[in-house]
T-cell receptor, first 112, second 114 residues
Framework: QKEVEQDPGPLSVPEGAIVSLNCTYS??????FMWYRQYSRKGPELLMY????GNKEDGRFTAQVDKSSKYISLFIRDSQPSDSATYLC????????????FGKGITLSVRP | GAVVSQHPSWVICKSGTSVKIECRSL??????MFWYRQFPKQSLMLMAT?????????EQGVEKDKFLINHASLTLSTLTVTSAHPEDSSFYIC??????????FGSGTRLTVV
């Protein structure tokens, strides 16, 4: 079993839809959870950063972490064509500068 | 804030030559930088962790003599691909940690070896 599993996709939705992206993990030591967005031929861009369990909202984006279920989610409201990209979940254990473990990424396409 | 600049964005080199990629943290000091490799439609694969002033820690299976990493200052890390071959063609990305917060990535370097 991989440490981090992410739905492989791809995912195609109409503009304005609510998008739900999910990852599960097996390492209970993970404490910090991130979502990155990556456009083609670009480096990943940090979207959301969450410590431990709970919800975090930033504009149209909401990140949820459920440590008891080892499950994290990213919700995108009112999706836009500009949201079309690859989304990667990432997580790490406690400790300064510990390495990130990534999901495989899911490619989202938002149709106008 | 937290900008990481990576250069060059793309490079083509001949087989057998070496290529250096630079990664700079522009507005913060990065004690730790990470180097990744990414193949098309795949996730990021960590190659090595670089700490300022000390030797890099390489992931299993990564040739340290082929992928030379130098982290001479708190704002600069370099990756040199030595004696490059076509199989080294890939997308290389660096990231830097700002006090352990969410890590910031560079824009990536597309290396093509011909």
């Amino acid at each position: 079993q991989k440490e981090v599993e992410q739905d492989p996709g791809p995912l195609s939705v109409p503009e304005g839809a609510i998008v739900s992206l999910n990852c599960t993990y097996s390492n209970s030591a993970f404490q910090y959870f991130m979502w990155y967005r990556q456009y083609s031929r670009k480096g990943p861009e940090l979207l959301m950063y969450t410590y431990s369990s709970g919800n975090k909202e930033d504009g149209r984006f909401t990140a949820q972490v459920d440590k008891s279920s080892k499950y994290i989610s990213l919700f995108i409201r009112d999706s836009q064509p500009s949201d079309s990209a690859t989304y990667l979940c990432a997580m790490r254990v406690a400790g300064a500068n510990s390495k990130l473990t990534f999901g495989k990424g899911i490619t989202l396409s938002v149709r106008p | 804030g937290a900008v990481v600049s990576q250069h060059p964005s793309w490079v083509i080199c001949k087989s057998g030559t070496s290529v250096k990629i630079e990664c700079r943290s522009l507005d913060f000091q990065a004690t730790t930088m990470f180097w990744y490799r990414q193949f098309p439609k795949q996730s990021l694969m960590l190659m090595a962790t670089s700490n300022e002033g000390s030797k890099a820690t390489y992931e299993q299976g990564v040739e340290k003599d082929k992928f030379l990493i130098n982290h001479a200052s708190l704002t600069l890390s370099t990756l040199t691909v030595t004696s490059a071959h076509p199989e080294d063609s890939s997308f290389y990305i660096c990231s830097a940690s700002r006090d352990g917060y969410g890590y910031t990535f560079g824009s990536g370097t597309r290396l093509t070896v011909v």
